[in-house]
Every structure is written in structure tokens, then in C-alpha cells.
């Protein structure tokens, strides 16, 4: 499995942004594709899941303001962040948890998103 995480960059508190996770390989052994997150000093945290049956799950400093979905046709997980605040800003990963997997065990590369004051 590899993962295509794109869809950062620089936005002011109150915007918003999408983050796009493209999939490709064995799309099929796929479980659920999730958006972590890791803060400069910080450890990484959960943000989003979603399964491959549609089932979502947040954490709950995103409730509310970020919405994960998937495109089934395109292989595409998207995560719409809005009403971003300085405390959003961080590395944004994708990774791939496989059926039968007891975690993510596919990351892609971080994506960038700094939210300015």
C-alpha cells in the first residue's frame, strides 16, 4: 500500500483547507485510512479514521471543524478542516490500517499545514 498525502500549506485562523490521501497497491487489504497529526515537540495524534464501510471517528479537538470522507472511485481520503486555529498547525499524516491489522502499519509523508494568528 502507499500513500499520497498532499493539500497542505499556510492559512489564517478561521480558514480552511483540504488535505487529500491518494491510495494505490493493494487497495483491497485496506481496513480504514486515518489522518494523524504531530505538533513540532509533539507526539503524533489520532484526527480522523474512516472505515471502508463510510464509518468516521474524530478526535474530539476536531469535532465539528473537520470532516474525513473517502472517494471510493479514486481511491481519495479527504480531510476538510475548517474554522482552522494556530493550535491546527502540524504535520498531517495519512496512514492505512489493513484488515486483520491491529494498527496503521502504511504511512504516507507529512503535509504541511501552519494556521497564522
Known amino acids: 500500500v502507499q500513500l499520497q498525502a498532499s493539500g497542505g500549506g499556510l492559512v489564517q485562523a478561521g480558514g480552511s483547507l483540504r488535505l487529500s490521501c491518494a491510495a494505490s497497491?493493494?487497495?483491497?487489504?485496506?481496513?480504514?485510512i486515518g489522518w494523524y497529526r504531530q505538533a513540532p515537540g509533539k507526539q503524533r495524534d489520532l484526527v480522523a479514521t474512516?472505515?471502508?464501510?463510510?464509518?468516521?471517528n474524530y478526535a474530539d479537538s476536531v469535532k465539528g471543524r473537520f470532516t474525513i470522507s473517502r472517494d471510493n472511485a479514486k481511491n481519495i481520503v479527504s480531510l476538510q478542516m475548517s474554522s482552522l486555529s494556530p493550535e491546527d498547525t502540524a504535520v498531517y499524516y495519512c496512514?492505512?490500517?489493513?484488515?486483520?491489522?491491529?494498527?496503521?502499519?502504511?504511512w504516507g509523508q507529512g503535509t504541511h499545514v501552519t494556521v497564522s494568528s
Open positions: 496512514a492505512a490500517r489493513r484488515i486483520f491489522a491491529a494498527a496503521y502499519d502504511f
Open positions: 474512516i472505515t471502508r464501510s463510510g464509518r468516521t
Open positions: 497497491g493493494s487497495i483491497d487489504s485496506i481496513y480504514a
